[in-house]
């Protein structure tokens, strides 16, 4: 089971970017899906989450109205768009998997992890 985040890199302020979650061993359609991010010398945060049948959709307030999540069932991939970004959205973006029903903001409730995609948002 593995998951592999891409798509970080260098973004101007008022940019935008889209962060891959890509899953191999296991079908992602079988698990809800979450992206967390952890700024330096910060706690790893809840970003959002997506359920299994993507009916539920969840995210946090810092991202809510600029950010999508969605999920490609055929590429077995969730992606995370995010628009407007400024200075603090920097931070290592990780993406999480459980078999549970709905996605939730609680880190001890998902139980794989990828490497983690570096986002910094600079000009």
């Known amino acids: 089971v593995e998951l592999v985040e891409s798509g970080g890199g260098l973004v101007q302020p008022g940019g935008s970017l889209r962060l891959s979650c890509a899953a191999t061993g296991f079908m992602m359609d079988f698990y809800a899906i979450a992206w967390f991010r952890q700024a330096p010398g910060k706690e790893r945060e809840f970003v959002g989450g997506i359920s299994r049948t993507a009916r539920t959709i969840i995210y946090d307030d810092s991202v809510r109205g600029r950010s999508t999540i969605s999920r490609d069932v055929a590429k077995n991939t969730v992606y995370l768009q995010v628009k407007d970004l400024a200075l603090e959205d920097t931070a290592v973006y990780y993406c999480?998997?459980?078999?549970?029903?709905?996605?939730?903001?609680?880190?001890?409730?998902?139980?794989?992890w990828g490497q983690g995609t570096q986002v910094t948002v600079s000009s």
């Open positions: 999480a998997a459980a078999r549970i029903t709905v996605p939730t903001s609680k880190d001890n409730e998902w139980d794989y």
